[in-house]
């Protein structure tokens, strides 16, 4: 490869990153984040005023659609009715949705508007950055924690450490593998995710590379085959979010 | 990959939204929904209701077309009678009146015969009685042969 290419796919590579260490913030990821979020809450908030109780149209219809594929998801794996739920993974299908759409922007787009304003690296993809996709990981797992800890308490929640999947008296294993099994879940929910965008947004990268005059066609069938992609990824993290929440819900023993 | 600020940051940003998408997103739109399908429940159930009432209404429109129909049956009938009584009652008037009728003038016709026989009566003794004076070429004394004038006049 090219100097030129390397170059390339290095600035295109780089989040907008403001600050040092662990206070360091990725300024494009989480501005995207917010924009595509106030969106949702704006359209939300605009359609409020409107709602039709009779025949549903346009964005209120689907909205509507939305909602109630999400609510058979949550109904179908959750037993019960949850207040909690329902809203966490309609935010995380609709967010998600939007963010991995984002790669669907020409891949300059973006980092050249920002180039106006003097800023240098900007990726248009929140999802393609593992702090993004591991942050809503980490959200969910704290969320079936508490749900781990409701359905079962402090102490029952500390048992199934040592009492799954072997029985009390291996105890020391059970730890180890309840462990790894409970971190490897936030985990791969979040590389899953950052994983399908980051390799979206490299192969539209790459595409970039190519001369202009042939690049487009490689590019149409990328994009249409990403835009399966984006829509099964934000429907994946739904469902796994729905269902590690229903196992952590359940009762001890039904969860395995 | 360094835990940093941008993790949390997007953590507080998806519990955030999960608070504001409940509020003015998945809040409204279920409240709509659930409304939208109790309407529907409604007017199902009305609907229902109405059926019902529209068999109801038909059963009872049947009853009272049947008991019209019995009661248009018996009126007729009633009126047949009727009309055959009058009819009756006329043809009897009529019979005792013709036969008054007849009687009457029966009566007028025999008085004229009685009336017309005894003119005829006296004419033919006074016809005889003439024909008597002349056979005797004698006046006969009225007063002489007034017995026998009268036996003859009731003889005829």
């Not at chain 1, 980490?138 to 924690?145: A, E, H, N, P, R």
């Not at chain 1, 291996?170 to 965008?197: C, H, Q």
């Not at chain 2, 990959?1 to 998945?26: E, K």
């Amino acid at each position: 490869m090219s100097n030129h290419a390397v170059s390339f796919m290095e600035s295109h590579l780089k989040n907008l990153t403001l600050g040092h260490g662990f206070w360091s913030v990725h300024a494009d990821s989480i501005g995207i984040g917010w924009a595509l979020g106030a969106a949702i809450v704006l359209t939300g908030w605009f359609l409020g005023r409107r709602l039709e109780e009779g025949v549903p149209h346009g964005i209120q219809n689907v909205l509507e659609a939305l909602l109630e594929f999400v609510d058979d998801q949550v109904k179908g794996i959750f037993p019960a009715t949850d207040p909690l739920l329902g809203p966490l993974a309609f935010t995380a299908f609709l967010w998600i949705l939007l963010m991995n759409a984002m790669d669907l922007l020409p891949v300059d787009l973006l980092p050249d508007v920002a180039r106006l304003f003097g800023i240098h690296h900007f990726r248009s993809t929140p999802t393609a950055d593992p702090y993004t996709t591991l942050g809503l990981a980490l959200s969910v797992f704290v969320v079936t924690i508490y749900y781990h800890i409701r359905s079962k308490g402090v102490f029952g929640y500390l048992k199934t450490f040592f009492v799954h999947p072997f029985g009390p008296y291996l105890f020391p294993i059970n730890f180890v593998m309840t462990v790894v099994e409970e971190i490897a879940k936030p985990l791969s929910l979040g590389l899953r995710l950052f994983g399908n965008m980051f390799a979206g947004e490299l192969v539209f990268l790459l595409i970039a590379l190519l001369p202009w005059w042939f690049a487009w066609a490689p590019g149409v069938l990328w994009a249409a085959f990403h835009l399966l992609v984006i829509t099964l990824q934000a429907f994946i993290f739904m469902i796994l979010t729905i269902m590690y929440v229903a196992m952590a819900a359940a009762e001890e023993g039904d969860a395995h | 990959m360094a835990i940093s600020l941008t993790l949390f940051v997007q953590m507080v940003t998806f519990a955030v939204l999960i608070v504001l998408v409940n509020r003015y997103l998945w809040g409204p739109l279920t409240d709509v929904m659930a409304r939208r399908r109790k309407r529907i429940a409604d007017g199902l159930a009305a609907a229902e209701e109405g059926r019902k009432a529209l068999d109801q209404a038909r059963e009872r429109e049947e009853e009272i077309l049947a008991l019209a129909r019995e009661r248009a049956a018996e009126l007729l009938d009633q009126a047949e009678r009727r009309a055959r009584e009058i009819i009756e009652e006329a043809r009897e008037r009529a019979a005792e009146e013709g036969a008054q009728i007849s009687a009457r003038l029966k009566a007028e016709a025999d008085s004229e015969i009685t009336r017309l026989r005894e003119a005829l009566r006296a004419d033919v003794a006074r016809l005889a009685l003439l024909g008597a004076e002349r056979v005797v070429e004698r006046e006969i004394d009225a007063r002489l042969h007034e017995r026998l004038l009268q036996d003859v006049a009731g003889r005829l």
